[in-house]
């Protein structure tokens, strides 16, 4: 079966991954690894979803079989997520295709047995379009595409797994505190605090607001205030709140990369020239030692 043929470890990019199949005229083939998962996506739009009965716990391990698959039913297209796991598949299926491949993808479309897509590169700064020809992999993160529902053919499928991988153990690793990634309100403290003690402004401020607190790299990494997993940016914590506001963050570009998908953002920054301004919906030129005591102070009014 022709078409688009679709796998990611999160349920809800491949839905959305379906809703593009679809919006493009396309079937979709949806590849699940456990019945479970092929339940709850029973009624996202697939036209088939194939459920793969196989000895490897490790969905990598199938590329191989992955790909003699799509070769053989004349895929179009294989559109993973573009998680860790989705990553390390595409990268391997594309390998065994021989094939063209573009990662994190923001748009795609398709025309003449082509696939346009584009993608941001240099940590935001630039984007870039490219043209994959016949058969071609892809991976997309999440929140590109829009859903759809309907009720498709379940398949049940057997492929040969690499058993040269084998999943040795699984370790939960401790967080402290709240995913941020998940967090309606963020303010984050950048480099412009003066001392450690300071934090308690910040504090203060996210107590008012009911947020999370994050920051930049230098915060975490250099002078260990906050944990690593609270860093905010293209090597830190990808965020989508609500609202963020920041207090000294002068707002270069591998932060901005994890903070542009927030709803309002909003920047205190001493310098008016900052780049954070650039990036805001609204700016405060001024002392956050000055400014954030008044906000604080206006929202317990
Ligand atoms: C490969 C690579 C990856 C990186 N990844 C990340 C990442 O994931 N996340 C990240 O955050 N950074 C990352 N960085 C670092 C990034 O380039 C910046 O250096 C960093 O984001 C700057 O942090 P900052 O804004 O806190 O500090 P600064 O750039 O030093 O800015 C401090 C700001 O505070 C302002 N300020 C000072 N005093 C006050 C005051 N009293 N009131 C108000 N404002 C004040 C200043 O005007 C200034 O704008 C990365 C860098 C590289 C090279």
Redesign the pocket.
């Known amino acids: 079966m022709s078409g688009v043929y679709i796998f990611s470890d999160k349920n809800d990019i491949a839905a959305e991954i379906i809703g593009f199949a679809k919006s493009a005229g396309k079937d979709a083939i949806l590849l699940v690894f456990d019945e479970q998962t092929a339940k709850v996506m029973g009624n996202s739009g697939a036209d088939k979803i194939y459920l793969v009965n196989g000895e490897s716990e490790l969905v990598e391990s199938y590329a191989r079989s992955i790909a003699q698959l799509l070769r053989e039913e004349g895929a179009e297209l294989f559109a993973v997520g573009a998680t860790p796991r989705g990553r390390d598949l595409a990268a391997r299926v594309a390998v065994y295709l021989n094939c063209g491949m573009a990662s994190d993808v923001s748009t795609l479309s398709c025309g003449d047995g082509q696939w346009l897509t584009q993608r941001i590169i240099y940590g935001g700064a630039v984007q870039q379009t490219e043209v994959l020809e016949g058969l071609a992999v892809v991976t997309i993160p999440g929140g590109k595409f829009e859903p759809v529902s309907g009720t498709g053919e379940m398949v049940n499928i057997t492929l040969a797994a690499d058993r040269r991988i084998s999943l040795e153990e699984t370790m939960p690793i401790g967080h402290q505190g709240a995913d941020l990634s998940a967090a309606e309100k963020v303010v984050c403290v ?3 605090l003066e001392k450690e003690e300071d934090m308690q402004l910040a504090k203060d401020l996210a107590a008012a607001l009911g947020a999370e607190i994050g920051c ?4 975490a990494e250099e002078r260990h205030w906050l944990p690593a997993e609270r ?6 914590a990808v965020i989508k709140p609500k609202l963020y506001i920041s ?6 570009v ?2 901005v990369v ?1 903070i542009r998908d927030s709803q309002v953002i909003v920047g ?4 008016e020239k ?1 780049p954070i301004f650039a990036a805001a919906d609204y700016g405060i030129v001024g ?3 000055e400014v954030v005591p008044l906000l604080i102070k206006a929202l317990s009014e």
């Open positions: 950048g480099m412009g930049t790299r230098g915060i860093y905010i940016g293209i090597s830190g207090m000294g963050v002068s707002g270069q591998q932060h994890g205190i920054d001493i310098n900052a002392d956050m030692y």
